[in-house]
């Protein structure tokens, strides 16, 4: 099990947390995730055997934010 703490720019409502934690959550191998809009941080706790941390920021991307 891997924890990755991404920075992500463009979030700045509730709707912004529900769009990638839903998107993000779908995805197999994925455990948690945990978005936090004061700090532009997305945390993931995922199973690398399952999924990529490049898959996973590459669904960030296409909900339309910015991983920096």
């Not at 945390?43 to 339309?64: A, M």
């Amino acid at each position: 099990m891997e924890q990755t703490t991404l920075q992500v720019q463009g979030m700045s409502c509730g709707h912004c947390v529900k769009a990638i934690e839903g998107s993000v959550g779908k995805l197999e191998g994925v455990h948690s995730v945990q978005v936090d809009l004061q700090a532009n941080k997305v945390d993931v706790e995922y199973d690398t055997n399952q999924v990529s941390i490049e898959k996973i920021k590459e669904t960030i991307d296409d909900q339309g934010y910015d991983v920096v």
